[in-house]
């Protein structure tokens, strides 16, 4: 009976000892309360009140009163409440322009405030919408620009560009420059070219080979050379819900945007894992950095120190064997090679 009582009581303290490791950690010194302001992201907002701010799924619990109650807006106050005696975080009291149309007499409407983003999305727009990443096959056969009219070489938005190739019917086209070449750091592996975007054009005339085009919006001017693919007919997703990737993850930043030497907070990164190893956007991946070799003053050898964790990350697009991805959180300077694990 005492062996009994004693496995019970063992069984149960696994169980109890399980839930608690599976439930997300309150942060230290988090408010019961949080009116949410402009400029706030739910990142902002997550790390108010968790230690594991991409576990924010779990423990958001949807208020059915509230129209549309998995978007939050500036002016909702979101509480700490606990059901069942496990917390929970909610909007307690909506703003007054959350999801409510308020007429007055004389049929003047209030603006609705946009719901908050997940992660800064000024930080990552044009990833979002603009440069993709190709082969060397697609970008090297598709049509090119040829010169600008009158002859000129360097051409932007409003004037008119002559290009040769085959466009295939198409209406609109992108206009895109090579870019960085991306490769395995350990296999070697080419992993892809990114395709940089330059502008959106509208097809005109064709003449045998020869097509017009329009410059309809361009980032830089146009360069003779500079090729041309069908616009992307995808759904931008600019709205992401936090995760931990499924599966155990391990691989390195390969690239950063603007070619800075310190990584920090808000930088695009480029990871050397993507839709192959199960990679989806909104997973969020810890940073390490290496610790370093160190010699050994007796045996001579050379011993590779612990890596240290020193960031998180977001992937915000993937593709087959890539990501980008954006610096969340840096505790100290991060730089291409560092490390990135499932959390």
């Not at 108010?48 to 106050?77: M, R």
């Not at 907070?265 to 990871?271: D, E, F, H, L, M």
Request: with cysteine; glycine share 8%; aromatic share 6%.
């Amino acid at each position: 009976m005492i062996r009994k009582l004693f496995f019970i009581c063992s069984v149960l303290s696994l169980a109890v000892s399980q839930i608690l490791m599976a439930s997300p950690e309150l942060a230290e010194g988090h408010p019961d309360k949080y009116t949410v302001v402009k400029g706030d992201t739910l990142w902002d907002i997550s790390q108010t009140f968790l230690k594991s701010p991409w576990l924010w799924p779990e423990i958001w619990h949807a208020n059915p009163q509230v129209i549309n109650p998995h978007l939050i807006y500036p002016g909702d106050i979101i509480g700490l409440i606990y059901v069942n005696g496990e917390p929970r975080i909610t909007v307690v009291k909506p703003g007054p322009n959350n999801g409510v149309v308020k007429l007055s007499p004389k049929i003047k409407a209030s603006p609705i405030s946009t719901a908050i983003p997940t992660i800064p999305l000024d930080a990552i727009a044009s990833f979002l919408s603009q440069n993709r990443v190709v082969s060397p096959e697609e970008l090297e056969t598709a049509p090119y620009i040829l010169i600008g009219r009158e002859q000129h070489l360097i051409t932007g938005a409003g004037d008119e560009v002559f290009a040769r190739g085959d466009v295939k019917g198409a209406e609109r086209m992108g206009v895109y420059r090579s870019s960085e070449t991306y490769v395995d750091p350990v296999t070697e592996e080419f992993l892809g070219l990114e395709a940089k975007s330059i502008a959106t054009v509208g097809v005109g005339d064709i003449n045998n080979e020869v097509v017009t085009l329009s410059v309809l919006r361009s980032n830089e001017e146009l360069r003779q050379g500079d090729r041309l693919l069908p616009t992307e007919d995808r759904v931008i997703n600019a709205t992401f819900t936090p995760s931990k990737p499924n599966g155990d993850i391990k691989g390195q930043m390969i690239s950063v945007n603007s070619g800075v030497n310190n990584i920090g907070q808000y930088n695009v990164v480029v990871i050397n894992r993507g839709e192959r190893e199960g990679i989806i956007e909104g997973n969020i991946l810890a940073i390490y950095k290496s610790g370093g070799l160190v010699r050994d003053p007796y045996t001579k050898e050379s011993i590779e120190l612990p890596s240290e964790r020193a960031g998180l990350l977001m992937v915000f697009r993937v593709f087959e064997k890539l990501s980008y991805g954006l610096i969340l959180r840096a505790t100290r300077p991060l730089a291409v090679m560092d490390e990135v694990r499932t959390p």
